[in-house]
């Protein structure tokens, strides 16, 4: 069976950061494919299984290519075995598939396979200078001459071979720390180093399925530090809701970082996730993402309350409460985690209004039937509505309950469209009626 393999292969230094190391970007590619193993300097995976998952080969290649880019790797290959593809990148050459994997492979110098490399000067003398030549050779001499495993890499790596690999597992707790090419001053340049860390932990929430609610970064301060200033300090950053969304994280940790000031300039930054959550995949939607979703709204309210502060931003909760006007209530954004419906504690099926009046307004009454802009016609009813008790008060005239005692109708009116009534119980005149809200 055809198999496609990658290999990653960082250069030992990503400009004015270090280059990853090989564990890190191996627990980052386990986004993508199951199959990840460290080989020498590079990092292979094997992807056919998990491609259609991703929308095809193509479209799988291109994503793992650009967002390889932003850790600082700087060469991928992908060919039929995972020995050929790391071959393949320490010579340069990007596709695999472009010709036979013979053809490619013959070309290559002896450097590109470490098996060879360590026998160059020998194979050198015998007139070998690419892998075509070795292959050439009487395979019962080099059997015979050279260790086994020049043989069995050079039959794995051309498909003669299966190979065998101790896969990445993927760890339980995310950690991941960058030492700082030169020392940082000011808190938001710790962005651009913890941008590149905000990337694995995505890739590290993707393979578990989660989404993070919390996060911490800290930095350690350089060591020509004044006493005072301590070893270093933290930032822990929280979510309205579970999200891998490194973009959404970037930004949120930025807003946070520009209001920090440093004690002591930084020399290394580490990055833990300190609350997960299960994130379940969204269904795919006919729809371009563009148009069916846009920012959403829990994010836009997290840049806002860092800005302005937690008591600033109020959020809409709905409560268990038979009173519609006690039915909702405003709490600060920190700690609503989002508007939770909740069914009405009578257990009644009617529809509740749109618009709620601050007083209700009440109606004059003509043979017995309430007016509003003329004769109202009984839809639905009656939702009696009772309790209140426990909700005591203080006015002027000294202390009280808000306990209401009414009937609601839902009415039909010719000019005003659905309006929500109700009339008095046990009151003093249980003839009055009042307006209420009206239905869009």
């Known amino acids: 069976m055809l198999r496609y393999w990658a290999a990653l292969r960082p250069p030992a230094c990503a400009g004015t950061l270090p280059a990853i190391e090989p564990q890190a970007l191996a627990v980052w590619a386990l986004q993508f494919s199951p199959r990840v193993t460290c080989c020498e300097e590079g990092v292979l995976l094997e992807v056919m299984a998990s491609a259609r998952l991703f929308g095809g080969l193509e479209a799988l290649r291109r994503r793992v290519e650009s967002e390889a880019a932003e850790l600082g790797v700087e060469s991928v290959a992908w060919a039929p075995t995972g020995a050929a593809a ?113 990337l694995q932990l995505g890739a590290w929430l993707a393979a578990r399925h989660a989404g993070v609610t919390a996060f911490t970064l800290c ?33 949120l940790l930025g807003e946070h970082l520009a209001k920090v000031t440093l004690a002591a300039p930084a020399g290394d930054l580490e990055l833990l996730a300190a609350e997960i959550a299960p994130l379940p995949e969204e269904s795919r939607s006919l729809l371009p993402e563009t148009i069916r979703t846009g920012e959403a709204t829990e994010r836009v309210l997290e840049r806002i309350q ?57 109606l004059a009454v003509r043979h017995n039937r309430p007016i509003y802009q003329g004769p109202l016609q009984l839809l639905l009813g009656p939702d009696r509505i009772e309790g209140g008790w426990w909700h005591r008060t203080r006015t002027q005239d000294g202390p009280g309950t808000h306990h209401v005692q009414r009937d609601y109708w839902m009415a039909q009116s010719a000019h005003a469209g659905l309006l929500w009534i109700f009339q008095q119980r046990l009151a003093a005149d249980e003839t009055a009626w009042f307006l209420h809200g009206h239905f869009a």
């Open 86 to 198: 790391l071959a393949l990148t320490r010579a340069g050459t990007r596709d695999g598939f472009a010709q036979p994997i013979a053809t490619l492979l013959d070309r290559l110098p002896l450097s590109t396979l470490s098996a060879a490399a360590r026998h160059e000067p020998t194979l050198a003398r015998l007139g070998c200078h690419k892998l075509g030549d070795v292959r050439k050779l009487p395979r019962g001499g080099l059997s015979r001459r050279f260790d086994k495993e020049l043989l069995l890499t050079l039959d794995q790596a051309y498909g003669l071979r299966p190979e065998v690999h101790d896969w990445t597992t993927l760890p339980e707790t995310f950690h991941a720390r960058v030492e700082l090419m030169s020392r940082v001053e000011t808190a938001p340049a710790l962005m651009f180093a913890a941008h590149r860390l905000l």
């Open 219 to 251: 930095w350690q301060h350089d060591a020509m530090r004044s006493r005072d200033a301590g070893e270093g300090d933290e930032l822990t950053v929280r979510t309205a809701e579970a999200t891998r969304d490194t973009g959404h994280l970037a930004r």
């Open 306 to 362: 860092v800005r302005l502060g937690k008591d600033r931003v109020l959020r809409p909760l709905l409560a268990d409460d038979h009173r519609l006007e006690w039915m909702q209530c405003w709490q600060s954004a920190e700690a609503v985690r989002g508007p939770r419906p909740r069914k009405r504690a009578n257990g009644a099926d009617l529809p509740l209004p749109t618009w709620v009046l601050d007083e209700p307004l009440r």
